[in-house]
Each structure stands twice: as C-alpha cells, then as structure tokens.
C-alpha cells in the first residue's frame, strides 16, 4: 500500500496539537526539537497526516505579509518514514499556499540535510539567500521576513515562485 492510498490530511486544533509533540521528538534535537514544540503551539496552521486515524506526520505553515508563505517544519514518525508521506505534506501546504494566492513560498532546511533538500528541489524550491531576497524586496523587508522566518545560521533558505 502507498501513502496516497491510506493517508488523510486534516488541520489541527491548536487545543489537539500538544498530542503531535511526539512526532517532533522522533524528527528533531536540540534547538530544532524546542522550537518545533514552541512553534507547533502558536503557528497559524497545522496539518496532520493521519492514517489509519493516528498522526503520522505534521506540516507547520504560516504566511509572511500576506503573499508569502513559509513551510516551517514538515516531520513524519520513524515507523512511517520513506512512504511519500513528507511530499504528501509538502504537496498539500503547496495547494493551500496556491488557494491563498501566495506569490512565493520560502523554507529552510539544515545545511547537508540531504533529504529535505531533495524534498523541497522536487517541489521547484531552489537556494536562494538575504542579498537575492532583498533585490527585490529590499534590506529592511527583508530583515523582517528573516526575523519571522528565523533562518539561523547553517541553515539554507529555499524558495518557490507560486505561479
């Protein structure tokens, strides 16, 4: 069986998603673990990936001044990695951003993170960096973006233009 046939995405209740805290500690450590936890309680959206009724993976989105999106974190349980259940989150987030109107989606992923890179580049996410961002959007703007987004060093900043 694929993920697409057992999977269902639904959005979280702020009130249910202390019960996806689990997923997190199974994806992250340290830093990434605390704001994970952090952000999943006081993010815009989460959408779970369920199966079967149970959480599987989680996806955490937010939008930037109104026409940019933001992945923040996509995490997937351990017992059901490598089953397409990430790109289903990243799909999904891609189409709510697309309903939105969102011009451009950004995220951003540890340096050597070979996985996530490849998730996002099958999506069209490409590199990209403050001095690009701020040729067209300008210094300040931009400053605050990356403020929100809280891309922290050893990290690469990926975007996605929304056609």
């Known amino acids: 069986m694929t993920a697409k046939d057992d999977i269902v995405i639904i959005d979280v209740p702020t009130r249910e998603r202390a019960s996806l805290g689990w997923i997190l500690e199974e994806s992250f450590e340290g830093w990434y673990l605390l704001h ?29 001044e109104g026409s940019t999106g933001y992945v923040y974190y996509i995490a997937v349980a351990k017992a059901h990695r490598k089953r397409g259940i990430a790109k ?6 891609l189409r709510r951003f697309r309903v939105s109107r969102m011009k451009e989606v950004f995220a951003s992923v540890e340096k050597n993170n070979r996985p ?5 580049a099958s999506e069209g996410f ?19 973006m990356y403020r929100e987004m809280l891309v922290v060093p050893g990290e690469v900043l990926l975007r996605k233009a929304m056609a």
């Open 36 to 64: 994970s936890k952090k952000t999943l309680r006081d993010i815009e959206v989460v959408r779970a990936a369920m199966s079967s009724g149970k959480p599987v993976g989680l996806v955490m989105l937010k939008t930037l």
């Open 88 to 93: 289903l989150l990243l799909e999904d987030a």
């Open 116 to 120: 996530s890179e490849a998730l996002f």
């Open 126 to 144: 490409a590199p990209t960096s403050f001095s690009e961002v701020s040729k067209r959007r300008g210094n300040l703007h931009t400053l605050n």
